[in-house]
């Protein structure tokens, strides 16, 4: 089996910033495509930033010039800097983990609430 823990969701003012992590444990030697997705209330999940195993990333329109997608391969960890962020940005996040044979993992999803 393949756990994945987030941590670093919670509620932050506008402008401010958060960081999310997601460490991958268990059966898995290691990943391949790593990301992060997002559902609002009433709304479709979203991919919010994806990043290869070798380092190329991808990001929603939305987030691009806010938020970073990194990831450390030994930890299999990703994390997600989310900066200037807006109420717009409140959501459920979570973590996407491929792993061997395209298998996939999803996290538990960590809220994100922008709010003053």
């Known amino acids: 089996q393949v756990q994945l823990v987030e941590s670093g969701g919670g509620l932050v003012q506008p402008g401010g910033s958060l960081r999310l992590s997601c460490a991958a444990s268990?059966?898995?030697?290691?990943?391949?495509?790593m990301g992060w997705y997002r559902q609002a209330p009433g709304k479709q999940r979203e991919l919010v930033a994806l990043?290869?195993?070798?380092?190329?990333?991808n990001y929603a329109d939305s987030v691009k010039g806010r938020f970073t997608i990194s990831r450390d391969n030994a930890k299999i960890t990703v994390y997600l800097q989310m900066n200037s962020l807006k109420p717009e940005d409140t959501a459920v996040y979570s973590c996407?983990?491929?792993?061997?044979?395209?298998?996939?993992?999803w996290g538990q999803g960590t809220q994100v609430t922008v709010s003053s």
């Open positions: 268990g059966s898995i030697a290691r990943a391949y495509h």
């Open positions: 990043i290869t195993r070798g380092g190329n990333t």
């Open positions: 996407y983990v491929q792993g061997f044979a395209l298998s996939e993992y």
